[in-house]
């Protein structure tokens, strides 16, 4: 178990066993193990000699200066974080001496509050900062230099380490309405926050599905307005957060130096809290109930003088809550029915928020001329709104979709958690660059800086919170965090291969798609052989394979080109560095009798208005299918299918509840007719419109709530190769049949 305060979940035997792996505790630094910080620190000077620390360090904090006692405080609970525990300090107070870590107070405007000079002499380390937050991100980089090789070292070698941030805003954005994180999840995700040096933690507290913060004034907002019936079925699904667990995170964040940005959306996205009080909505029967669908709805706060006294009122206990500079009052997708009306509820809102010395912040869409100069605009489609905020003169916050929108998977593996299909990859965050060549030395002054948003539609569990926002996290804390001249992918790529082996030993559930390996397998016509080919992002690391069911390891066979196997092996692979494994083993089954088989994510989807890799509602335990799938148009494409030895077809289907509201779109969606009670999946030759090659009845699956495999379908083989398009005859879009996986059989 962990060492953590927080009872985290378990770790996974794979990474205890990857932990095991590793060569043992080293004695000695690896050289520049400085080099394998992130973010990249400014400077950085190498000196001869090295720091010894021993088992445990102490950490001297100069008598009578209360604030630099607590960061060391502070720092040892941070640091003593993970697996085993990973630099154990001990706090003192008094003079400077050697063979310690002392933490020594500045003035020094040029490092700003954030910043620190790090020491590293064989004497002693003497981590220099204005205050606080330099303390705090002195020690994380030490805390890094410590575990800057395959195992901890315990010799850190001598050398300056100066140091500040580019942007003063580097965030994250957490949705806990529309999935419920526990304050547990919460405090573990503040620590692993700070550990990469971001501070803002927006935490987006209600939406349509969930109204999540404790508000004494209206206890139904928790009561009626924290709980869901799941689409489909299921368990009554929420949760919220006691005025009492906030204040716990709050003080837990200022100690992390991250300012925690609350959101209440308003006046869109407002459903559970109308549905807890009817004459909050602009038309109070439309939501009876908190809703369990996705999307944008038309019920939002009416524009009275009862609906802002609410608001004004939900607003005070925010602020009581929420000692930090900004409050977020939503302002996005408001639906336009709410035309022209007396009142401005934003703007009233806005200025309640101002009235009372805070700043507001408000999605992008709350941009107008006439908004307040101290308010601040959050610019998400795309970075436009960035550009017209700090045109005219409001400062600016980043969080840009797609860009920066950890909703987004981050890879196409079979392996990758739900989300958004369209990849958004560690790379693509890398190379996001906030501050555009062509804006003014005004506008970039208004620019605060970034943060990933994980909107969680589809991020059902902690566990998948964690792999959406890390390691993305990693690449944006050094887009926001270090100078942009000496960004470099492929210097970041070999840090990361240091930065997986952090995250291991914090039981940190990152996700892998850096090193992790992708597959796909390619049978022969006559189905006597399969190819296997294998690929992970980095271009840093090894994969090695087995395909004698051994464990892959650092002997096993390089791999450099497709393996072509006997049908029914099974293919097992890694990714290792010199020192030791980087990724999870994936194993790769290859089935006897196949001239073909696809799952949907590795077929080409025939439209992409709403493209998600989508979690089956069913079962409510254990693993679910993830089916991709353009929810406007299920439809997918095999391209090139060789059919001339086929005779059977073998399809897996699943059917998901349609609980999106996409407006008019929903008119459109249209559906090939069927002609059984429970519909048919067609399979169509060359184009959509082409042959009928196939009809397979639903009806075998149309009780089941998992994935069903249908029987084999008889087909004649067809000389050549043709696109194969795969869409369901059904009555209407709910519940919605999707695809699991297609073969193509010879017998
Ligand atoms: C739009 S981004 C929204 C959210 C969704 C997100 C992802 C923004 C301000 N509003 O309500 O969660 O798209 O689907």
């Avoid at 390996?517 to 394979?545: K, M, P």
Wanted: glycine share 8%; charged share 20%.
């Amino acid at each position: 178990m962990s060492t953590s305060r927080f009872s985290g979940p378990p770790a996974p035997a794979i990474w205890l066993a990857l932990l095991l792996m590793l060569p043992a505790w080293r004695a000695t630094a690896a050289p520049g193990a400085s080099l394998n910080v992130i973010p990249r620190p400014t400077r950085i000077e190498a000196h001869a000699g090295f720091f010894a620390v021993g088992s445990t360090l102490s950490v001297i904090a100069p008598r009578s200066d209360r604030e630099a006692a607590a960061a060391a405080r502070d720092l040892k609970e941070l640091l003593g974080i993970g697996q085993p525990a990973l630099l154990p300090l001990t706090v003192q107070t008094g003079a400077e001496r050697d063979g310690a870590l002392v933490l020594r107070r500045l003035n020094d405007a040029a490092l700003g509050a954030e910043g620190y000079r790090l020491s590293v002499t064989p004497q002693r380390i003497v981590l220099a900062a204005n205050g606080p937050a330099g303390w705090l991100y002195g020690g994380v980089t030490l805390w890094q230099l410590v575990h800057g090789g395959p195992g901890s070292v315990r010799e850190v070698d001598a050398q300056v380490i100066e140091d500040h941030p580019r942007l003063a805003w580097r965030g994250l954005m957490l949705d806990s309405a529309r999935h419920f994180q526990s304050p547990d999840f919460l405090a573990r995700l503040i620590d692993w926050m700070a550990l990469h040096k971001l501070n803002v933690l927006h935490w987006h507290l209600t939406d349509d599905q969930g109204w999540r913060i404790q508000i004494l004034k209206y206890p139904r907002l928790t009561r009626i307005g924290a709980w869901r019936l799941p689409a489909g079925g299921g368990d009554r699904y929420g949760g919220f957060y006691t005025q009492a667990q906030i204040r716990k995170l709050v003080q837990l964040a200022a100690r992390r130096n991250i300012t925690v940005v609350p959101e209440i959306d308003l006046p869109g996205h407002a459903s559970a809290a109308i549905a807890s009080y009817p004459w909050l909505g602009v038309q109070p029967h439309e939501v009876p109930v908190v809703p369990a669908d996705w999307g944008v709805f038309n019920t939002v706060f009416a524009p009275t003088e009862a609906s802002c006294g609410f608001l004004e009122d939900v607003l005070t206990e925010v602020m009581a809550l929420f000692p930090g500079p900004y409050i977020h009052i939503g302002g996005d997708e408001v639906p336009a029915i709410q035309g022209a009306h007396t009142i401005d509820v934003h703007a009233r809102l806005e200025r309640f928020v101002e009235s009372h010395g805070r700043r507001a912040v408000g999605w992008d869409e709350t941009l107008t001329p006439t908004l307040a100069r101290s308010a601040v605009v959050m610019s998400w489609r795309g970075v436009a709104g960035a550009r017209a905020a700090s045109a005219q003169g409001n400062d600016t916050v980043l969080a840009p979709d797609p860009q920066l929108y950890f909703d987004h998977r981050s890879g196409l593996a079979a392996w990758e958690p739900p989300g958004r299909l369209a990849p958004l990859t560690l790379r693509d965050v890398y190379e996001f660059e906030p501050l555009a060549a062509d804006l003014s030395a005004a506008q970039r002054a208004h620019v605060l800086g970034l943060q990933g948003n994980v909107w969680t539609e589809h991020v059902r569990t902690e566990q998948r919170v964690a792999a959406m926002a890390f390691p993305r996290l990693a690449a944006l804390a050094e887009v926001g965090w270090s100078d942009p001249a000496a960004r470099s992918w492929t210097d970041f790529e070999r840090r990361m291969a240091v930065q997986v082996r952090r995250y291991r030993q914090l039981d940190l559930p990152f996700d892998e798609s850096l090193f992790g390996v992708e597959s796909r397998v390619e049978y022969a016509a006559d189905a006597g052989s399969a190819t296997v080919t294998l690929s992970h992002q980095a271009q840093f690391g090894e994969i090695r394979y087995t395909t004698d069911g051994a464990t892959p390891a650092l002997d096993s066979p390089l791999y450099h080109e497709p393996i072509t196997v006997t049908p029914g092996a099974m293919v097992r692979a890694a990714t290792f560095a010199n020192d030791g494994q980087l990724s999870t083993s994936v194993e790769v089954p290859t089935y006897v009798g196949i001239a073909g088989r696809r799952s949907s994510v590795e077929l080409t989807l025939c439209g992409h208005a709403v493209p998600l890799a989508l979690e089956d509602d069913a079962p409510p335990r254990g693993p679910r299918a993830i089916f991709a799938v353009d929810i406007e148009n299920p439809c997918w494409i095999w391209k090139h299918a060789d059919l001339q030895r086929v005779h059977t077809l073998v399809a897996a289907v699943g059917q998901v509840p349609f609980n999106f509201r996409i407006g008019a779109d929903r008119d459109r969606m249209h559906f090939a007719q069927p002609t059984t009670p429970t519909g048919e999946l067609l399979v169509h030759v060359d184009t959509c419109d082409g042959a009928l090659y196939a009809r397979m009845p639903l009806a075998p699956a149309s009780r089941a709530n998992g994935v069903t495999v249908l029987p084999g379908y008889s087909v004649s083989p067809l000389s050549g190769a043709h696109d194969l398009c795969l869409q369901f005859a059904q009555r209407g879009a709910d519940p919605l049949w999707v695809l699991d996986w297609m073969e193509l059989r010879t017998r």
